[in-house]
Nanobody, 120 residues
Framework: VQLQASGGGLVQAGGSLRLSCTGS????????IGWYRQAPGEQRELIAT???????DYKGFVKGRFTISRDNAKNTAFLQMNSLKPEDTAVYYC???????????????WGQGTQVTVSS
């Protein structure tokens, strides 16, 4: 499975961006998707997940600002990011994995990442 993330860019604080993650293959809809981000010098961290059935979960620091969604007909998942802050600056990655209960198990398929830079 190949994943491609896109939609990053430079935005001012308070602005919005919509990231896309497009997957290849016919099994995209049967897997969960996780969005991660990695800031310079930091570890990659999970920020939002969506199950194959559309259930969503968010880390507290993005809850209420970010929305994860998916369009299985287009093999694409989205991350709508509103009210962006300078601390949201990072490379954002998508991952195809599995939800078991409320836990997201990341898979081996990663998109190449898309840079999000939020200026103050």
């Amino acid at each position: 499975v190949q994943l491609q993330a896109s939609g990053g860019g430079l935005v001012q604080a308070g602005g919005s961006l919509r990231l896309s993650c497009t997957g290849s293959g016919s099994t995209f809809s049967s897997h969960a998707i996780g969005w991660y981000r990695q800031a310079p010098g930091e570890q990659r961290e999970l920020i939002a997940t969506i199950s194959s059935s559309g259930s969503t979960d968010y880390k507290g620091f993005v809850k209420g600002r970010f929305t994860i969604s998916r369009d299985n007909a287009k093999n694409t998942a989205f991350l709508q990011m509103n009210s962006l802050k300078p601390e949201d600056t990072a490379v954002y990655y998508c991952n195809q994995g599995e939800m078991i209960g409320s836990y997201y198990y990341k898979g081996n398929s990663w998109g190449q990442g898309t840079q999000v830079t939020v200026s103050s």
